[in-house]
């Protein structure tokens, strides 16, 4: 305080770390961003293309959910394929939380992805003739084992040798992507394509089967047992207290008798385990083929979706529903008004440019100067 | 503090909501003047957008279509960027759902997941544009098109032949731009060694030897579809080796503008590209680049799909119905190119010139007396289907995509 009162002018905001706010506040905060970020990109929108931002949000739902015609029914085509990828980025954002909440960076979640990928598309190929159970279970095995091998390797060097795994998970996606193209060259279908095409097109091995007559019912239960999975984990198991208590201080752990190798190594293979299982969901799931763009940038946008839920595996349904409903409203406008892709990128960059920035109020306040600490 | 902040957002919201709101009649009655004459509706899926050359040209295409249709702009709904794997397919669905009617996706990739959606949309037509499985999926609401492209590349190796004799006769050429035999070389830009690769470069060394028969062809891929790098380094590799035409698969300005800064430098070397016009990169060094001309096709399917009528299953289809073109000759074509340019367009036209004429090329020195178009049983070996009769080999006959796969005397790949 006393380096204070020899400042003669106190600047005008001071910024502090708030203790601690009530939930609505905090809630009532991201809306707001949410809303303040809506009427921005309106009127950006408005500027280019002179289009009344309402109609343009009204676009935007329905390419997610559909086009509200006379026989609407909520469970359309879109609205499933919404739910589809939101539970593909969400598998992925699980996979990542217990690194991340263990202060690993695992950046690696594209790389595990397309290995776990490679390894369901081999299995779908190779073991087409097995009963169906087998199968499945062929596919669900060999790609958490690929997806932890992918992370064990990073894993092991940080924990023995404190390499900087940012760097590692980082490039092992570059080799997974080489990996990718090798598999991609020696299962492309026809030949010639450079692409492998969709695998069993016929009698459809290896693709989820329909649940209650829905395509993609299977992709949400398999991902909301991760998801619950997770959550257990994370908050009631005695491992998860162990990630949170490494992920504070490597420190504190050793001196509580914390194993902190044996956790670094055994929390990254979960994680990467997890990201390689999203990779069956992508191929089994959803595309049933297998390309260099199976992870698509998913395993980089996950990062986002852990990060802003805090790692709170339940918040993450909500964020990646939010970022996939971006991601589709923005290409039906794109499609509608005869923009290109770049409007898609533009609004979604706003519209996370203010979320993240609420986070900002929620745990900072900004102490404007005020008259009478001005005269002193 | 917080409820001054809160307060501003709101007005602020409201402020601009309102500005919005103001608007909104004025976009209502420009949705209201839609053409209604016909309940028409086609959906377009695309690798790229207009930013991408390949992509580009199938828009330009499709817009002249409509336009000599009288289609209107909101029977055509467009989807840019998508890519090959799912989206395509959800994208397919997605038209078909909003009623459309024809469904074309512009990238081969896109084939397998516009084939899916053919099965579950019977009552709508899919095309998928450079494709070859139409035919074997019995699917009768999916369509392949490809034009005969090996005609217009043939049309721009006699544009390279030309230059070629115009060099040797007034002896410009130097010792390392023949090879041992006395050939002149001439280099390829290649992109993957697969069918439609082989049948373009094929089709350009057999068009070079109508005009002067002393040439060998040294091809190098790249293996991509699309590298501007990759393409200018194998351009100045060929180049190293004493090439004198530089001709290439993909429609990147690498190649041209390496063979302009090589030619700017006192090289005697010249360049032939492919789908997009090169004398603005390469005002000098460019030739002619052969080209597809979309609209024709477009033109006939649209117009069969909107009279309801079937969209040929395969169609591949070249000069007989301008489907393809070369593009404007640049300043440097020898003298009385365009002359004979329209002399073996004509003969073309008039079915009295064959590209692939067996009495025109050798494999292993000896005639080609037979050879397959189609692989039936997946093993990547053409098994079925005739293509050499009439003495000619019969190119994009049996399906639209090129077939012609062998590697003829005179040609030798690098890599």
Known sequence: ???????????????????????????????????????????IIYMLIKVNPLEVYKSMVEGAFGAFREDYKFFNRRTWITIRDTMMLLCIAVGLAPAFKMRFWNIGA?????????????????????PPV??????????????????????????????????FTLMMNYVAIQLTSFFVALWENPFGSNTVGIINPQGKEGWFPPVFGLDYMMNVIVVMIITIGMFIYLKYSKQGYEISVVGDSENTARY????????????????????????????????HTISVNTAGGKGFTAIIVAWLAKFNTFTMILISLLLVFLDKGAIEIASKYDLNDYVASMITGIILFFILGSEFFVNYRMIFRSKEKGVQ | MKKLIALILAILMVASLAACGGTDTATKDEAGKADASSDFKMGVILIGDENEGYTYAHIQGIKDAAKSLGLADDQIIWKYTIPEDETCYDTAADLADQGCDLVVSNSYGHQSHMQQAATEFPEVTFIAMTGDTAKASGLPNFCNAFTAVYESRFVSGVVAGMKIKELVDAGKLEDDNFDADGNVKVGYVGAYPYAEVKSGYTAFFLGIKSVYDKVSMSVQFTNSWFDLTKEGETANQLLSQGCVIICQHADSTGAPSAVQAALEKGDVCYSVGYNIDMLEVA????????????????????????????????????????????????????????????????????????????ETFTVGGKKVESAFATDTDGDFVPDADEAVFDGYFHESYFQSAPCFALDIDGITLLN
């Open chain 1, 110 to 130: 594209e790389g595990q992805i397309l290995v776990g990928g490679i390894a369901t598309a081999a299995c779908m190929i190779y073991l087409k003739t097995l």
């Open chain 1, 1 to 43: 305080m006393a380096k204070v009162a020899t400042h003669k002018r106190e600047p005008l905001v001071r910024i502090a770390k708030r203790d601690s706010m009530p939930l609505w506040q905090s809630v009532l905060i991201r809306v707001l961003s949410i809303v303040l970020a809506l009427v921005v990109c309106g009127v």
């Open chain 1, 256 to 287: 509580a008798g914390i194993n902190v190798k044996k956790v670094i190594i055994r929390t990254m293979l979960i994680s990467g385990a997890i990201c390689g299982l999203s990779g069956f969901v992508a191929v089994s799931g959803a595309s």
């Open chain 1, 134 to 167: 087998l199968l499945f279970v062929c596919m669900i095995v060999a790609s958490l084992l690929a997806g932890a091998l992918w992370s064990l390797l990073p894993a092991i060097f940080k924990a023995k040798w404190n390499t900087n795994e940012t760097l």
């Open chain 2, 283 to 358: 005002p000098q060094a460019a030739l002619t680049s052969a080209t597809n001309v979309w609209s024709v096709y477009y033109t006939e399917a649209i117009g069969a799909a909107m009279k309801g009528e079937a969209v040929p299953t395969n169609w591949a289809e070249g000069y007989a119905k301008d489907a393809v073109a070369i593009t404007p000759l640049g300043e440097s074509c020898a003298e009385g190119t365009q002359e004979k340019v329209d002399e073996v367009i004509a003969a073309i036209k008039a079915g009295e010139l064959h590209v692939f004429d067996t």
